[in-house]
């Protein structure tokens, strides 16, 4: 059972940046596939960017490639997305997901789930 809890979400004008924190309960941390999804109002989530247990694979949905950055650090129990450039259609509540299997963009795949921070970007 892997518990995660979601922070750094916020107000910001467009252009600007912000950064998301995922801590997670599990001291195998290390052992999980990890990812960033987002949900706007009334559509369905959407994958955002994931990384590899090691670090060895990242991935990014097209409309965040070149803005936004995830990382992780096992030995801190974090993951990270650093989200610059931010524009008002980046709008929607981030939640982060642990996979115990491999790196993928398929929601379906991830186990556990934060309660999700919300992400609000003014024009």
């Known amino acids: 059972q892997v518990q995660l809890a979601e922070s750094g979400g916020g107000l910001v004008q467009a252009g600007g940046s912000l950064r998301l924190s995922c801590a997670a309960s599990?001291?195998?941390?290390?052992?999980?596939?990890m990812a960033w999804f987002r949900q706007f109002s009334g559509k369905e989530r959407e994958f955002v960017a994931a990384i590899s247990r090691m670090d060895l694979t990242r991935l990014y949905a097209d409309s965040v490639k070149g803005r936004f950055t995830i990382s992780r650090d096992n030995a801190k129990n974090t993951m990270y997305l650093q989200m610059n450039s931010l524009k008002p259609e980046d709008t929607g509540v981030y939640s982060c997901?642990?996979?115990?299997?491999?790196?993928?963009?398929?929601?379906?795949?991830?186990?556990?789930w934060g309660q999700g921070t919300q992400v609000t970007v003014s024009s």
């Open positions: 599990a001291r195998t941390f290390g052992t999980y596939a």
């Open positions: 997901a642990a996979n115990g299997g491999s790196v993928t963009r398929d929601s379906g795949e991830y186990d556990y």
